[in-house]
Each structure stands twice: as structure tokens, then as C-alpha cells.
């Protein structure tokens, strides 16, 4: 697989995200609907996610290819899987 091919199962991920984001936001929405389209969201947010892990290592690669020395850092706004996000407050909800 390209990487521009990469990029562009990407940002149509990202899109399709968006717009069933916005086909739930609707009111009026039957339960089946939502239900199937929170599944189509699911797999696009593993898709995506899938990608920023991939680009995430390719990234620690280059480092390591350009120094000699691998150094990681966190990609900014990307967390690490299963990691609890800094916004969601400790012990769940």
C-alpha cells in the first residue's frame, strides 16, 4: 500500500467519521440507526487509529535512521492505546 494511498483511507476515514457524528447529532434518529451507524463509526475510528499507529512508528524509524539512536516522544494529540485521556477523569465514569 502507498502512502499517499495510506493518506487517503485516512482523511476518508476522518470524513465518514464526521459525517455520522453528524447523522447521530440528528433528532428523530431510531434506535436501529443509531446503533448501526455508532458500529460504522467504530470501524473508521479503528481505521483511523490503525493509521496514526502506523505513521507512529515510521516516525520512531526515520529517528532512529537519522541519529543512529532510536528516540521516542508521544505524537502531540495522539494517545497511546488504552491509555486514559487527560481530559476523562480518573476512575471512569
Not at 447523522?23 to 440507526?33: A, K, N, V, W
Not at 483511523?48 to 529517528?63: Q, T
Amino acid at each position: 500500500m502507498s502512502e499517499s494511498s495510506t493518506k487517503f483511507e485516512f482523511e476518508k476515514a476522518i470524513r465518514e467519521l464526521e459525517q455520522i457524528v453528524t447523522r447521530l447529532d440528528r433528532e428523530g434518529i431510531g434506535l436501529d440507526e443509531a446503533i448501526a451507524l455508532f458500529e460504522q463509526g467504530i470501524e473508521r475510528l479503528g481505521e483511523a487509529r490503525h493509521w496514526l499507529e502506523r505513521a507512529s512508528g515510521r516516525v520512531e524509524e526515520l529517528i532512529a535512521s537519522s541519529t543512529g539512536k532510536l528516540k521516542t516522544a508521544p505524537l502531540v494529540g495522539v494517545e497511546a492505546a488504552g491509555e486514559e485521556s487527560a481530559d476523562e477523569p480518573e476512575g471512569g465514569s
